[in-house]
């Protein structure tokens, strides 16, 4: 749905754009499409590092060592 939007308003953008140049050029309304797609890796990624910090969370929280804690212990 959010590569979709994009694509169905880059001919509207081309046409305004086209409107308000006064004349035929290539800008960037023809990269809409690719917006769609940045949107839909940064949700990926920012529910996977979501993921990541929770689940490391979870294992500080069940009394797992992290190495920052080993270096405090050896001194």
Do not use: W
Not at 25 to 42: D, H, K, Q, S
Request: aromatic share 8%; glycine share 10%; proline share 4%.
């Amino acid at each position: 749905m959010i590569i979709i939007i994009p694509m169905l308003f880059t001919p509207m953008a081309i046409d305004y754009a086209t409107v308000v140049r006064g004349y035929n050029a290539y800008g960037g309304e023809y990269l809409l499409p690719l917006l769609g797609v940045l949107i839909v890796f940064l949700i990926e990624t920012a529910i996977d590092i979501n993921k990541s910090l929770k689940e490391k969370g979870d294992e500080e929280d069940a009394g797992g060592i992290s190495t920052n804690d080993r270096r405090h212990k050896s001194r």
